[in-house]
């Protein structure tokens, strides 16, 4: 039902994309004019593809609402994917994180903190031959 309607909504779209390119302007348009003397006066055309403008533009508003519906009631009953969720980080008074990661960047002490424990040199460990 959905491709349906989406297949319908595209026709539409097209349909009045071309009916609007028809139409003359006063800049110009798709087509050049032409005489007045055939089957449908100019005046006779333009009322046509102005009616036919605005049945389409009247269409178009209703599926597209038609379709933004239907895609509401169809999300509706589906749960929520948890999957990608990540757990929350505990953070300690003043949004400062708990554990973990350190609160300051290294080598910024706040007034008054005691200073930083000197870094332990890392162990040398001898290659295997």
């Known amino acids: 039902m959905m491709t349906f309607l ?3 909504h595209a026709l539409i779209a097209a349909a009045l994309v071309g009916v609007i390119l028809m139409q003359k302007s006063e800049g110009g348009g798709l087509t050049s004019g032409g005489s007045s003397g055939g089957l449908v006066s100019a005046r006779g055309a ?3 593809l102005s009616r036919t ?3 389409l533009a009247t269409l178009f508003i209703l599926s597209s609402l ?3 519906m239907l895609a509401n009631t169809a999300t509706r009953d589906r749960p929520i994917d948890t999957s990608l969720a990540r757990p929350a980080t505990p953070v300690g008074p003043l949004g400062a994180p ?6 300051l960047p290294p080598g910024v002490t706040l007034p008054g903190a005691p200073p930083p424990a000197p870094a332990q040199p890392a162990e040398t460990v001898p290659l295997a031959k």
């Open 66 to 68: 038609g379709l933004a």
């Open 46 to 48: 333009a009322d046509l």
């Open 98 to 103: 708990s554990s973990g990661a350190p609160a």
């Open 6 to 8: 989406l297949v319908v």
């Open 53 to 55: 403008t605005a049945i």
